[in-house]
């Protein structure tokens, strides 16, 4: 039977893009083929052709809810799911749940064809993947703003054009990685009797049943590059999401499997394993001998597990680290204040990104304004966050909703950990009036006592940080390598004027393998990172042992098989 | 103070050399700057500038014999050593043994002015430290046949140029990897507001401390790779040789710590830590906090030992396998045989990759001297390993010495485990009256015993091969795929005419991982690899996790620290 999706129509439309993706994750400059703005979706002007507007994608979810989810997928058992929206509802979405001893063989049995398609079709094959998932990417964003709590426009590009991104990265790396060989050569080697010829020939062969295990907070962001990185170098991907966020997947396995089966491959190459809240099938699904690569967001303890454990697999792990930034003096302190303001509230803090520590010298800091004292900065640093989320509607839409009742449970203890310097309130949702929303609180602490170690050294996720006073910015300095070497970081941040504290900061950073943001004033955050361009956590420090999207994160989820022949 | 070895002198010596490397590892043509001639070394019109002639290298050797090893390296402590040569003699030389606690964090101090370097410079006092390696290659020759009981002309080729061949692979690898991101961008998001910059800097960070575990075969083949990745992507090397084979490594790590000060760097970069037989350090080493990457080549408990322990590292091991060759059916029969008596002949078959078992149907197989039976086939092979060592001297030189009692006792019990079909002589050596020299043995198995089974599927390293009886080709290749799987393999050999039966040798060993060699009937053996075009290994089975040297092995040696600056 020919494919609908042949490889010459596959390449006519995305070689290009694979290409330009290609090109720009050598020179890391700004790109993307996935449009930000909602504007470009949906009708006949789109940038994005196919795709549904942002009405279209809410009418789309709200067909989703309160129905059984559909999916053409075999070893169907029971059914299971209970999500509920961090804005107030239950989803209704029941989803069914894989047999897993029948679904794993099902997966490796198609490998053989997707190995003998070779890197450029299966490159092409996922970027029309994610092509697809753009066109439904209004759909998959008030999924992912009913599961994660992101506010809508956060959903709509972290989880939409941010991922994409993300995903396309990783499968022109893979594209990258495997076509370093050559597929046939001949090789001859001088020899007095007359050359010694083998022809030789290199084939990149997937390992075995890639395990994506989803977060709950940047379901598509976190989870496109391994499932992607994994697919494009020849694996089979079970996709078992976080019991509260499946919907995003299960969006994502279903649109795979339709075009996998399209372009002529096993739709097993792509499965999702739903599960009940508190089932815990990931840890026994990370020990099946199948399973030869997991890809993993979320906890240090079981991220630690994972790395300690699933031993028959590579295991690529981002947990949690201790972010900070040292602020030592500045000459743009209005500016400053509004950026930090703005890492603050981000989804709630809700970021492996956000910054939980300032560290400020007791004495004060100098500024364009003038030296401001510890205290002094703290209360601007509050005034910059209630001036930002003054307005409810406003508040809203920078906070988004509070994940989960750990979160809330955080944020309501931490007055009690320190002096509150910034303390929160609860935000009404003009749509959804039972939506959990709460301004950050901020606490002061004492970088010289050793209780208030206890608390700042602890990851503390959610909108939460500690204004930490230290004896200078030596001493910050020292209390960032600190944390970074025993805690992790997946950012630091960092404002001075002094270039010799600039360099002590940027050594300190090299030394303990953390990502730098230096005098952050401006739009971007040292939250954010950018795809093709910005690598997203460094791999070397406790907080994650990957960095996306780099070499390392790719190289070795296949292996080349040589053959020789006599030639 | 000026570096005697200037940057500007090491690129305009070097640059080439590097470039040649680079360019090779894509195209995989054959190349070496190190010649395998050994009478391209020494004197006036010598290949190798500054080189030994052979007779130098000799006497270099024997200078060493019976005085302590000299080596400047800081925190010393007592003195180790007692190699004996397999050709029957001590060498009697004692090495400085490193005192940990104070060498492990000198070594971390020298780690910030090779991270300065950068790159290209790392890699070119790489190139320099291989370079005088290779001007030393007869010294170091000897050496590696004085502990490995390799012959002459091996110690020479594979301990020499074959091996610095490998280690240049790893240089120029490590190199490529490290440079695939600018240094320094600026990076520009457009925005109504206008665009949004940054200037982003990658620098690429070494580890910690890298520990190679050297084996008592393939001392320097086997560790100049690992020794050269850690090194030129910025990590120390602590070099831990076996206690038998301690000297070709003391004296790379010597020429290493030479370079290196020549070059302006601090020489703790590369450092001893000689033991003496039974001590067991590595088990320590391999554990400590300062140590972030390990290099192993040897017995497979060890290796998955540190696989499960080691877990503060990235660990790269080889192991070992049950190396099988299928032999279905040929059309140069006494080419064959030939081909596979001398792959099992050399070097006494003390080679990761040297075949053990022979799968031959029962019922004989197709040539082009007609049908052979089982018998006639394991016969005509033993009388193709008697005509290749008839001869003492040319047995000695093909053959080398058995390099441990263990390897004896396997030669000595092998015909109790079958029937003889090839039985083990003592041969003479000519120079050297104590040298224990065998040559191999074969025993016929039958493969539809359950006894049997325990037998070809345990590794029997050393001169022992297993002709084992099968019913079918289809039944070769279903116990070769099952032997892959569960024991693993570093080389697979085919002979078949029949495009079938190659098809499913060809899938067998793409979805089992293994390195596949068809009809090797010239002077390739399927034991021999050769540098920056085969693949040694597929890190894909249980025998390696590594593949030498693809990106794998150099990607997570380092990491990439981002530095973002406002513009």
Chains 1, 2 share one sequence.
């Not at 910034?422 to 929303?437: E, F, K």
């Not at 001493?475 to 004027?497: K, P, Q």
């Not at 940027?506 to 990172?529: F, I, K, P, R, Y």
Request: glycine content about 8%; aromatic content about 6%.
């Amino acid at each position: 039977m020919t494919p609908s999706l042949t490889a010459a129509r596959l390449a006519e439309r995305h070689r290009g893009t694979l290409d330009t993706a290609l090109e720009t994750t050598r020179t890391r400059v700004h790109w993307s083929p996935h449009p930000e703005n909602p504007k470009a979706y949906g009708g006949e002007n789109t940038a994005v052709p196919g795709s549904q507007s942002v009405p279209e994608g809410a009418a789309a979810f709200e067909a989703l809810r309160d129905t059984p989810f559909d999916l053409d997928q075999p070893a169907l058992a029971d059914r299971v799911g209970d999500e509920i929206s961090p804005y107030g509802f239950r989803l209704g979405i029941d989803y069914p749940r894989a047999d897993l001893e029948a679904l794993l063989p099902a997966m490796r049995a198609a490998m053989p064809g997707w190995r003998a398609a070779g890197p450029e079709l299966r490159a092409l094959v996922c970027v029309e993947i994610l092509a697809r998932l753009n066109a439904r990417t209004p759909e998959i964003a008030h999924a992912v703003m009913h599961t994660t709590g992101q506010a809508f426009m956060m959903a709509f590009q972290a989880g939409g054009p941010h991922a994409l991104d993300r995903g396309l990265e990783a499968v022109a790396r893979a594209y990258d990685e495997q076509t370093r060989l050559p597929e046939r050569m001949r090789w001859a080697k001088p020899d007095k009797r007359g050359p010694v010829e083998l022809d030789k020939e290199f084939v990149p062969v997937g390992r075995g049943v890639s395990l994506l295990i989803g977060c709950n907070t940047f379901v598509t962001w976190n989870g496109y590059p391994g499932l992607f990185a994994s697919l494009a170098t020849g694996n089979p991907v079970l996709v078992k999401p976080h019991p509260r966020a499946v919907l995003p997947l299960a969006l994502t396995v279903r649109i795979a499997r339709e075009t996998l089966a399209e372009a002529g491959f096993d739709p097993n190459l792509v499965a999702l394993a739903a599960e009940g809240d508190g089932e815990g099938i990931a840890k026994e699904l990370a020990l099946r001998p199948e399973v030869r690569i997991i890809d993993y967001t979320g906890s240090a303890s079981f991220g630690e597990w994972l790395e300690g454990n699933a031993t028959q697999a590579q295991v690529y792990t981002e947990k949690a680290g201790v972010n900070t930034v040292v602020i030592d003096s500045t000459d743009s302190y209005r500016a400053m204040l509004g950026n930090l303001a703005f890492s603050l509230s981000l989804y709630s803090g809700q970021m492996c990104t956000t910054p939980q520590n300032l560290l400020i010298p007791r004495d004060g800091i100098d500024t364009d304004e003038g030296r401001k004292t510890f205290t002094e900065v703290t209360a601007d640093l509050a005034a910059a966050v209630d001036k930002l989320l003054g307005d409810d509607a406003r508040a809203a839409a920078v906070l988004g909703a509070v994940v989960n009742p750990q979160v809330l449970e955080r944020i309501e203890k931490a007055p009690e950990q320190g002096e509150a310097v910034l303390t929160s309130r609860a935000v009404p949702h003009a749509d959804h009036p039972d939506a959990t929303i709460r301004t950050p609180v901020s606490v002061a602490l004492d970088g010289s006592s050793a209780d208030a170690e206890g608390v700042h050294q602890a990851e503390c996720f959610g909108p939460v940080s500690f204004a930490v006073a230290t004896d200078s910015t030596a001493d910050s300095i020292a209390l960032l390598r600190r944390t970074v070497r025993e805690r992790g970081a997946m950012s630091v941040g960092g404002y001075t004027t002094s270039p010799e504290v600039e360099r002590e900061l940027v050594e300190a950073c090299l030394d303990e393998c953390a990502q730098l943001s230096l005098n952050l004033t401006g739009s971007v955050l040292v939250n954010q990172t950018s795809a093709f361009s910005d690598l997203h956590g460094s791999g070397g420090n406790p907080a994650a042992n990957v960095a996306l999207v780099d070499a390392a994160f790719i190289a070795n989820r296949f292996r080349t098989v040589e053959i020789r022949r006599q030639a």
